[in-house]
């Protein structure tokens, strides 16, 4: 297509930072604004004590809840990267656990509380902070401005429906009417098809673009922003395509694992050990099943799970799972669903060869097969494999090589920004997993 004329940009405000950036400003913003409802509380809390309706401690810990109040801000900031859709659900999360461990607190202090106060805050806090999110939906709709005529229909095939439906970017061609005697048309960005040829028009204009701080978007970073998918890249891209972990927060992500796996214990040991005996009441053959996974760096390790085919069927040659895959045994379908098959991977998390987070371990044929097709996929390998994951939770089975590479994109999605704030969202769609049977085969 012809390029337009470098129209003139004195009139436009800089926008070069990019959408999370701005996002995490007006996060941070409105929680330091949100000290209000803090300061609102014990107001409340005091005037109930003057009226003799509290005790002292109500006030008291009213002013111990800014602990949760910022931990729930931090987590939200956090959380900023994370696509449109999942605002809600990460709201609900961030907001809900740091009260919910408040009580936990007070009782390792050994210290008096209120469990009303807790309450008070929790509810303000959450009223604040839905407002706040509300109201950056309803103002903040990023306009993003296309240069390329190709680029909606790419967008499109990368991401599917989700463009339609999605209010967060308004997406709307560069106006034909621009010219070097007008300002720049309004936008929050430009996106920009990296594959179109250069030429000295376009070239020009992107240089003004740069000089006056507008931000440059490529269609798969877009398609990112709206999926929360990791767009793999295509051709001789494969061999320069690097992503990297969080070696900081990976600490921190293995003492949450062994921690949690201890403390549930008592809970999911006799579990186990009641549904591997129904195991073998159902069907004969053993109840644990083992296979050779691929785990962190590439490095095999043995997985156990309770068995949910056929035994004969154990050493056959590896290959996917399908919909009413008749391997399946009638208990089998039920602890597939439930995901009381992966119980004994709690044992795989305790050992370090797994997270309760990350992507699903693979065989090692299927990794070997698809590492040669998608050069890109052992990137995943960065992490631990999890027994549940944002692929998992987002996508569900994959049960073929197409619906492999879909669940690689969250994957890489995963490694590129895992931190608590995403794994407390995972941790909440699990729940959802686990009473719907969502993506289960």
Known sequence: ??????????????????????????QLGWSLAGISTLLLSYLIAVGLHKAALVTYQFPQTVLWCALPYMLAAHWLYRGSGLPAAERSSLLVVTTAIPFLLTPLGFALLQRPYSRGAVMLVYVLS???????????????????????????ARLQRLIGKELSRNPSIRL????????????????????????????DG???????????????????????????????PEGEEDDLWQIDGNPAYDVAKRA????????????WVPLTALVALAVKIDSPGAALFSQMRVGLHGRQFRIWKLRSMRHEALDASAR????????????????????????PQLWNVLRGHMSLIGPRPEQERFVREFAQRIPCYPYRHLVRPGLTGWAQVQQGYAGNEEETAIKLSYDLYYVTHYSLAMDLLIYFKTTRIVLTGFGSR
Do not use: N
Request: aromatic residues 6%; glycine residues 6%.
């Open 172 to 199: 709307e061609p560069w106006p034909s009417d621009a010219s070097a005697s007008g300002p720049m048309p309004a936008g929050d960005g430009v996106v920009l098809e990296r594959h179109v040829p250069p030429s």
């Open 202 to 232: 376009r070239s020009q204009l992107l240089s003004s673009l740069k000089l006056h701080h507008v931000r440059l978007y490529s269609v798969e970073a877009v398609a990112e922003l709206l999926s929360g998918r990791k767009m793999l």
């Open 1 to 26: 297509m012809s390029q337009p004329a470098t129209p003139r940009v004195e009139q436009q405000q800089g926008t070069l930072a990019s959408s999370t950036a701005r996002r995490q400003g007006a």
């Open 320 to 343: 996917f799972a399908v919909v009413d895959d008749e391997r399946i045994t009638r208990l089998g379908r039920f602890i597939r669903r439930a995901r009381l098959d992966e119980l």
């Open 256 to 267: 949450i694992d062994v921690a949690l796996v201890l403390l549930f214990a008592p809970l």
């Open 126 to 152: 959450t009223a604040w902070f839905v407002l706040g999110d509300w109201l950056h939906r309803r103002r903040h709709a990023q306009r993003l401005l296309y240069l390329d005529a190709g680029v909606p």
